[in-house]
């Protein structure tokens, strides 16, 4: 059984393959098109997991899209006539862009891929999620909990997931929304919605939630696990470019203009006490739905999807304080996960899925981040010598850019596309912002730890092994780790943390084992270059990989990086395949 899963059309484009209920492949858009988001049809991607199975299009037995457009187009309709004359504005827009492409994607996905439009199927948009959060889990049972922006009509989903099948238990409709609430917010703060809300998380470290209470009389937590979201302040049923209105300026004050200053050090605090409330009131609003869950389901395990499930400041305190005992996080929670839950979803409706242990199944050892006649690269083919070297050059105080096998199904891919500095440096943020481009100086970096060394210097709890190894969880750290890891440690007392074992990982796990071996501390801190002006890396098809460990100040290669993108566009071996943006 062969099945294609696709996500495209908003934000995300991705797709998956599944093959016999094992992963083959998934990848986003963006990494093709290197355009963060890309929403177009993700043809490239599609082709790019073909090609990893070996196999053409009209091999397949189904392609699965991730939501069923019909009914979303249904809700978008009935919320702009019933807002009328508010949603004037944006009526046509919305219409031409429905009834220009997003209404045809059946016929869409046969004329893309050629094949015939009666494998084209659909699914639910939280059906997706769910089987994206509970197939990869390895749970014989759980509970699923979806908390979203908007699929269809569902914003808030919950299932029984119990030997490989997924149960509808109940669901929450637009416009009671807790992600498009915490766009909302975003926006409100300056950000862009759908995009920065990890920005509003890290920014509510440095705040105080005093505006806690007024946002709970707009977002009531209501009994049986129901939330409630009060629509007067907000403009979702009928525009999708500014999501909130004056009612929310009178209730929090004026709106910070994008790129305006934000003062973290304790002046004018009222945008990051906005943040720690907004962050309070999800953190309340998941505690009540996970207790409702834990109520109806009965398991102590959990799944947790959605977009909700990137913020792992509230996952870690779900984790902590909530009802149950293990947890398992989508790895890409957005929409472009759900191009992978479309496809598990329909492959499990022929057969059990198989599990992996681990998300490394995006573009492969092929492709080089930097070409290999860049000045001063080396190549490395002895065992351990690779991490050995990283381990010295840290300890150096350099910045090292590490890139490694096939890249993450994850938001960030630590250990394959990877920033690292040494933690024990208290600028450690400002060296590697000054090396990532258009970086907020207030966000934090992750904490990556051995699995040994991680209870050392972080509360690690039991039961959520799955969501650490993916870095979905933020934990408080112990007394003395502020001072022995300075670079770690957030606002809060918090820090991001990977936690890494030898058996899912065991090069990055024998790099901070040789960092540990020199220095006693087997944590480094790290960011996927994601926006990076510069990946000091390299991936050697002919060796285990390839490092160069940057100074203060590096030499540039825009010259040979230039040439090398130009030779492999004009590869016609390797034309389709474009370096990933990571």
């Excluded at 890290?202 to 979201?229: C, K, N, Q, W």
């Excluded at 009131?281 to 977009?307: D, F, M, N, Q, T």
């Excluded at 979803?345 to 199944?361: C, E, F, K, N, Q």
């Excluded at 502020?482 to 899912?504: E, F, I, K, Y």
Aim: charged share 25%.
């Amino acid at each position: 059984m062969k099945v294609l899963g696709l996500s495209a059309f908003h934000r995300n484009a991705a797709a998956a393959l599944v093959v016999d209920g094992v992963v083959v492949a998934a990848i986003e858009e963006e990494r093709f098109t290197r355009k963060l988001g890309e929403s177009r049809f993700p043809i490239r991607a599609a082709q790019f997991c073909l090609a990893e199975a070996g196999i053409s299009a009209v091999e397949l037995d189904e392609v699965v899209f991730y939501q069923k457009p019909l009914r979303r187009f249904e809700r978008t309709l009935a919320s702009l006539i019933g807002s009328f004359p508010s949603s004037a504005r944006c009526f046509s827009k919305q219409m031409f862009a429905w009834l220009g492409e997003r209404l045809w994607i059946k016929g869409r996905i046969s004329g893309e891929l050629g094949v015939d439009p009666n494998r084209v199927r659909f699914c639910a948009h939280h059906h997706a999620h769910a089987a994206a959060a509970f197939l990869p889990s390895g749970f014989a049972d759980a509970a699923v909990l979806v908390v979203d922006g908007v699929g269809e009509w569902a914003t808030t989903s919950l299932w029984r997931g119990r030997d490989g099948e997924l149960e509808p238990l109940g669901e929450q409709l637009f416009p009671d929304s807790l992600g498009l609430f915490q766009s909302a917010l975003t926006q409100y703060l300056g950000f862009e919605p759908e995009k920065d809300e990890h920005k509003l998380e890290a920014l509510a470290a440095y705040g105080t939630p005093r505006f806690a209470d007024r946002l709970l009389e707009v977002v009531r937590l209501e009994p049986h696990g129901v939330i409630s979201i009060d629509p007067a302040p907000f403009r979702f049923r009928f525009d999708g470019d500014l999501l909130f209105g004056p009612g929310l300026v009178e209730l929090l004050g004026p709106v910070r203009i994008p790129g305006g200053p934000l003062d973290t050090s304790g002046g004018d605090s009222r945008f990051v006490d906005v943040a720690a409330s907004v962050q309070e009131v999800l953190e309340r609003a998941l505690l009540h739905l996970a207790k409702h869950a834990h109520e109806v389901v009965g398991s102590p395990r959990l799944c947790v999807g959605g977009c909700l499930a990137l913020n792992a400041t509230a996952l870690g305190r779900l984790h902590s304080e909530g009802p149950f005992d293990e947890l398992f996080v989508e790895s890409l929670a957005h929409d472009g996960g759900a191009a992978l839950g479309a496809a598990l979803l329909s492959a499990s409706m022929h057969g059990p899925v198989r599990t992996r242990d681990d998300d490394w199944i995006g573009l492969g050892d092929e492709v080089r981040l930097v070409a290999e006649e860049t000045p001063g690269l080396e190549r490395e083919d002895a065992p351990g010598r690779l991490e050995a070297r990283v381990a010295e050059a840290l300890e150096a105080g350099a910045l090292v850019g590490y890139v490694r096998g096939r890249s993450a199904w994850s938001p960030d891919a630590l250990g394959r596309r990877s920033l690292f500095v040494d933690p024990r440096r208290a600028d450690a943020r400002r060296a590697l912002n000054d090396r990532v481009a258009r970086r907020d100086p207030f966000l934090p970096l992750r904490a990556v730890a051995t699995r040994e060394a991680a209870a050392r210097f972080f509360e690690v709890p039991d039961g959520a092994d799955a969501a650490l190894r993916g870095g979905s969880l933020v934990l408080r750290a112990r007394p003395g780790t502020v001072d022995s890891l300075p670079a770690v440690v957030h606002a809060n007392g918090t820090a991001r943390v990977q936690v890494v074992d030898a058996r899912t990982q065991p090069e990055l796990h024998r790099l901070l084992s040789a960092f540990d071996a020199r220095t006693g501390v087997a944590v480094a801190r790290g960011s996927g270059p994601r926006r990076a002006r510069r990946t000091a890396g390299a991936r050697s098809p002919r060796s285990p990989a390839a490092l160069r460990a940057h100074g203060p100040r590096p030499a540039r290669a825009r010259g040979s990086l230039a040439r090398a993108r130009a030779r492999r566009r004009d590869d016609p071996l390797i034309s389709r395949r474009v370096a990933p943006r990571r």
